[in-house]
């Protein structure tokens, strides 16, 4: 009988329970750092050093925000059509590859054509790859959950494959590691001196994209409909499988983008583990951006702030990086119970106005 | 022979881990939690395992100090799902990241020189005479903890099945809402599901990281507690399926490891995968068919149906 | 009688800012059958939530034979001797029915020892002439049989006093008379029952005294032989009840729809359409009467293209649309309210405005150019909770925020906002107060005076035989007989809806 309150509540209280939830990660945090024997408050200054202290660590952490974005995007649909996707990184994966085939197969190519063609080559693999859970999960009714986590340990499993004794690795036979993208594959830089590069507008287009998608056409009222309640978009004649898969597609569009960038901004050739687990934190981002472009965005710059800086924080203070990892699992968990940690507040800041009250 | 013999060896040797965190899962599944923490809890599990395996030189006490730690993170889960009501997959992928990471930095802050040195594991303890059969009696030489593991099916199957606290349990994941009209206390059932899961799975991190090789890796779990919540599904939620839902992973790592050691020139990674497109292919093959609790995931909210 | 077995004074309950029970007064005396009558959200069953110790009372208190009773639970009521039979079943499907009987009585390791409880539950069956067999899954039994499982469950943890919550909504008429049979044999034993009910004529015919409940507050109570039905009504709605509308005659006699020979699988056999065939006439409300679970759902879900026909064939306006997709379906002019509101009906989180274009977004005025525009949806919005009376008129509140009768005037607005040309309404007025209901009664006989087939499916015969032109029977998937209303005495259609085909009984004159 009892009515749940709107889940949209005003701005400020979303605001309040996002500031709690940061401050008890900052808190848990630091109590891991002082167990170390280092300082928190160094640690963290080391951070945000590392993160924003110059302009190349700036545009360090502007590179290392634009593949978590885009992988962030495609979760934002996935999870507003009702999937629990957790693929973003086996999709990234094969989105690198299909560039690096594009990259180094069809080098010639001049620039202009290269670049564009071996991106929409990552966004058709990831998407791809990411069908495979959407179909099992629309034609056989198998969970996407597991499948997705699967699909992504064979997407490792096969790239390593690849580029260790496979077709693709490098021409001397060394390393386990394919030969170069050519020249003209690669991202050119936006801020000279840095590694900085076009993805970086690539992004900020494909968060314009995303929120016009699912706001400004009538495939994102859908798509919305049926991650809210299935039963009735099913009853309004609204195909909930298709949209199922076609949101599942769409993730990996833009994990497979952001696979390919990562590929033709940074590492220039394919890899083993480069990606670095973005498609898992990509979650974490799409979760505290509260599933909505801008506040993906957000989150975005602040983990990859986080990447950034811990890594300085690890040179300069010997704090092991996957401190990382905790501050994202403690994030997820404490965005999570944010809501409780809201009323929780509110109700102890009245009662206490209200003893203040009583005793006046 | 030997072949035989050494597949079998390594198949139930790395069915263990698995089926240990897939009967704790099974707990959790049949009184209505999705318990995709299994992979944070079993990575507890390892790491405190070797922990206490190294502090005190007794496997045993590493084997408790895994359990403790895997039921550290199962309560977070508890908490998450029971009291807390939030969605359990996403609070699950959050304890899963918390603890890889918590481990890692654990295991840096901890052994700065890398792996603790000279760390116990389970001695293998063979059976009389059956250890003796040809090919089949590498069954018979195993450590405790595998025949542990064994013993377990039908205790749990028996729990499940034959008791009153079986009966309590299934009806909590079926129909809360039934259970909690007779009487029965709903969330705390639940809570004794999960620190069963916490046990158990951290027993079965503790059994991969203390088994044979006697090291921690980060992530060395590295998804055997997605296969092992799988498996749960595979097993239709019955102990005994789940027995046969482990030796089944378990026989696919061992056919990696066994091939690869033989020097077969298929490339290693398409072992290394088979593990996880068979779970794919399992799962595709066998949802549809049967059904699971029908509480599964959703929390529950007295008075609310 | 006399003895006062239980007594609830100024019990009030509250939900947030809702009053659910404003200080109710009750009492119970030994071997009566004493009935709650209320409309539906008058907190009939919110106060016996309170008996059963699910809720607990903000104010007030319960006295159990003069005893104050302090429940934290329903463990505590049972403790009690106090049984409950909710209206949705609290059993547990895959397990037997004697596994069901017992559980919850102990949670231990040891083994389970079900051969003394075995007997006790014979015994308790014949003593009542219960035909039960323990070692049935539940799942396996029909609506009846889960029933009487649900009472010998109370019986064998004790009670004697027993809460019935709407016990016949599911039962035919015959399984009706049996329950009422079993009843009388209960207070005969000396226990005390109160019965939940919103059916005159039930309250007339097993109970000794009525307690009238409205919107939350205890209207009076009285002796049943004292009143009539229509003093009850009465109390009830707190006006008189007027459930006859002006009916006009069917002008046209050319069917906008038309079924042939339809087969559609359902959830359970006999909700299996076999062999069905019927037709609805311009300007024609056609009413489907039954019980429950009868085919109904599949029946909707077939008109709308839901449901996978496999074979037979499907018309409308003449032309054939077996294989045409919902979405299609709606273009040409279905409108669908469904049986569940907040699950096939609307999505609770999205606005209202959101939600009076889920059968339309795609196309103009909302979606222009392939571009989705909210100015229109915000219009729209803001016209139809006027043209509706939607309560209150906020238009950009989610779905979930307002009350149920609000949330079916969304769904209607939506649906008759397009013009339609077949309407398939499905238990419209299920949950809705008298006021509600008799809105939904209206736009549905608008609806067919400007020339509309309506198909009006409900378990609820009176608002059948109120508003349809033409009255199918059904039951078990297959149409049992058809009538006009007014016609045929409620005897007969009871016998059709219990599964007698039309003329099959001797003497009828069909």
């Given at each position: 009988m009892e009515r749940r309150k709107p889940s949209e509540s005003p701005l400020f209280q979303q605001l309040l329970g996002l500031g709690l939830a940061l401050l008890l990660v900052i808190v848990v945090t630091s109590v891991l750092i002082a167990l170390s024997g280092k300082s928190p408050l160094a640690a963290f200054q080391a951070m945000i050093k590392g993160a924003f202290g110059t302009k190349n660590s700036t545009a360090e952490t502007m590179i290392k925000t634009v593949p978590l974005l885009l992988a962030a995007l495609g979760l934002t649909i996935c999870y507003r059509t009702g999937l629990t996707s957790l693929g973003s990184e086996g999709q990234i994966v094969i989105g690198g590859l299909m560039a690096t085939i594009v990259g180094i197969y069809m080098g010639g190519l001049p620039k202009p054509i290269l670049v564009p063609l071996a991106m929409i080559a990552g966004m058709i693999g990831g998407g791809l790859w990411a069908s495979i859970a959407g179909f099992l999960k629309a034609k056989l009714g198998v969970s996407e959950i597991i499948n997705t986590i699967m699909l992504n340990y064979v997407a490792t499993y096969f790239v390593s494959y690849l580029i260790s004794s496979g077709p693709l690795q490098e021409e001397s036979g060394f390393y386990p590691q394919s030969d170069l993208l050519s020249q003209n594959a690669w991202l050119s830089s936006i801020l000279p001196g840095t590694r900085m590069h076009t993805g970086v507008i690539v992004a900020a287009v494909s968060v314009v994209a995303v929120y016009l998608l699912l706001w400004k056409l009538p495939l994102g009222y859908q798509m919305r409909a049926v991650g809210n309640n299935p039963i009735a978009a099913r009853t309004n004649g609204i195909k909930v499988a298709r949209n199922m898969v076609l949101a599942m597609v769409l993730s990996g569009v833009f994990a497979g983008l952001a696979g390919a960038i990562e590929l033709m901004g940074i590492h220039h050739r394919l890899m083993?583990?480069?990606?670095?687990?973005y498609g898992f934190d990509a979650m974490a981002v799409a979760l505290l951006g509260g599933l909505h472009p801008a506040g993906v965005t957000v989150a975005a710059l602040f983990f990859g702030a986080l990447r950034t800086g811990a890594n300085t924080m690890q040179r300069t203070l010997q704090v092991p990086v996957s401190l990382v990892n905790v501050i994202q699992g403690l994030v997820i968990l404490f965005v999570l119970m944010q809501a409780v940690l809201r009323s929780f507040t509110i109700k102890l800041f009245t009662s206490k106005k209200g003893a203040a009250a009583k005793e006046a | 022979m030997d072949i035989l013999s050494g597949f079998l060896e390594a198949m139930v040797r790395m069915a263990c881990p698995i089926m240990l965190a897939s009967l704790g899962a099974l707990f959790t599944a049949r009184s209505g939690i999705i318990n995709f923490a299994m992979e944070g809890i079993m990575i507890m599990g390892a790491f405190f395992g070797v922990y206490g395996s190294h502090m005190t030189g007794n496997p045993w006490i590493g084997a408790v100090f895994g359990m403790l730690a895997g039921l550290a993170a199962s309560m977070v889960l508890g908490v998450m799902s029971i009291?807390?009501?939030?969605?359990q997959v996403v609070a699950g992928t959050g304890i899963n990241v918390l603890f890889l990471g918590l481990t890692s930095y654990l295991f840096t802050v901890m052994y700065p020189n890398g792996q603790p040195s000279s760390v116990n594991t389970f001695p293998t303890l063979p059976i009389p005479v059956l250890s003796g059969i040809p090919v089949v009696g590498i069954l018979f030489r195993q450590s405790l903890l595998t025949y542990l593991a064994f013993l377990l099916v039908p205790v749990i199957w028996y729990l499940l099945n034959r008791t009153t606290f079986g009966l309590c349990l299934r009806a909590v994941g079926e129909q809360p809402h039934a259970a909690d009209s007779l009487g029965i206390h709903v969330d705390k059932m639940r809570y004794v599901a999960i620190i069963l899961a916490g046990l158990l799975g951290g027993l079965g991190g503790a059994a991969l990281s203390l088994g044979q090789v006697s090291v921690f890796i980060e992530n060395m779990t590295s998804g055997r507690g997605y296969v092992a919540w799988s498996a749960v599904t595979v097993g239709k939620w019955n102990p005994f399926g789940i027995m046969g839902a482990s030796l089944l992973f378990g026989g696919a790592e061992a056919v990696q490891l066994r091939l690869q050691a033989m020097g077969i020139s298929l490339p290693h990674q398409f072992f290394q995968m088979l593990p996880y497109v068979l779970t794919m292919v399992v799962l595709a093959g066998v949802v549809g068919r049967t059904v699971g609790p029908k509480a599964m995931g959703k929390p529950f909210i007295k008075g609310e149906r | 009688m006399g003895e006062k077995v239980l007594e609830m004074r100024n019990v009030t309950k509250r939900f947030g800012r809702l009053i659910a029970n404003d200080k109710v007064n009750f009492d119970l005396e030994k071997g009566e059958v004493h009935a709650l009558l209320g409309e539906n959200g008058a907190g009939k069953t919110t106060l016996m939530n309170c008996l059963y110790g699910i809720y607990s009372p903000e104010e007030g208190e319960i006295l159990l034979r003069g005893q104050p009773l302090a429940l934290n639970g329903p463990k505590d009521a049972i403790a009690h001797n106090i049984g409950m039979v909710h209206q949705h079943f609290m059993l547990v499907p895959p397990l037997t029915v004697l596994q069901n009987i017992v559980l919850g009585q102990e949670c231990r390791l040891s083994p389970m020892k079900l051969d003394r409880a075995r007997r006790e539950v014979e015994e308790l069956c014949r003593l009542y002439g219960f035909q039960l067999?323990?070692?049935?899954?539940?799942?396996?039994?029909?609506v009846g049989a889960q029933q009487r499982v649900e009472l010998v469950k109370a019986l064998y943890r004790g009670a004697d006093i027993l809460i019935l919550d709407e016990p016949t909504a599911v039962l035919t008429p015959t399984e009706v008379e049996g329950l009422f049979e079993i009843l009388r044999q209960f207070v005969s034993q000396g226990k005390s029952i109160i019965i939940i009910s919103h059916k005159l004529w039930e309250v007339k015919q097993i109970s000794n005294r009525v307690t009238v409940l409205r919107s939350g507050a205890a209207v009076s109570t009285v002796f049943t032989a004292d009143v009539e039905e229509s003093d009850l009504a009465d109390m009830m709605v707190g006006k008189k009840v007027s459930l006859q509308y002006e009916k006009t005659p069917v002008k046209s006699q050319e069917a906008i729809f038309e079924m042939r020979n339809v087969n559609v699988t359902g959830s359970q056999r006999a909700s299996s359409l076999k062999d069905l065939s019927l037709h609805i006439c311009k300007g024609e409300i056609l009413g489907i009467a039954g019980v429950d679970g009868n085919g109904q759902l599949e029946l909707s879900e077939a008109v709308m293209g839901l449901a996978e026909i496999q074979s037979g064939q499907v018309f409308f306006d003449g032309e054939e649309?077996?294989?045409?997709p919902t979405r299609r379906r709606i273009e040409r002019g279905f409108a669908h309210i469904p049986e569940e509101r907040m699950t096939q009906g609307?999505?609770?989180?999205?606005?209202a405005s959101e939600n009076m274009i889920l059968n339309c977004y795609d196309r103009p005025p909302f979606t222009k150019n392939h571009i989705f525009d909210n100015r229109a949806v915000r219009e729209n919005g803001k016209k139809l909770v006027e043209e509706y009376d939607v309560r209150p008129r906020s238009p950009e509140a989610a779905a979930r925020s307002f009350s149920g009768g609000n949330q079916q005037k969304v769904i209607i607005a939506r649906e008759f906002s397009q013009d339609p040309k077949l309407v398939v309404a499905v238990q419209?007025?299920?949950?809705?107060d008298i006021g509600a209901s008799e809105f939904v009664h209206h736009k549905l006989l608008e609806r067919k005076e400007q020339g509309a087939g309506v198909l009006l499916i409900s378990a609820d015969l009176d608002e059948v035989l109120a508003v349809s032109d033409r009255v199918l029977v059904i039951n078990e998937g297959e149409i049992m007989g058809e009538f006009i209303p007014g016609t045929i005495s409620y005897g007969d259609i009871g016998l059709m809806m219990g599964g007698t085909r039309q003329g099959k009984k001797e003497g009828d004159p069909a």
């Open positions: 083993n583990g480069f990606s670095s687990s | 009291s807390v009501k939030v969605d | 067999d323990l070692d049935t899954k539940v799942a396996d039994l029909s649309i077996t294989r045409v609307l999505v609770m989180n999205f606005s419209p007025t299920r949950g809705l």
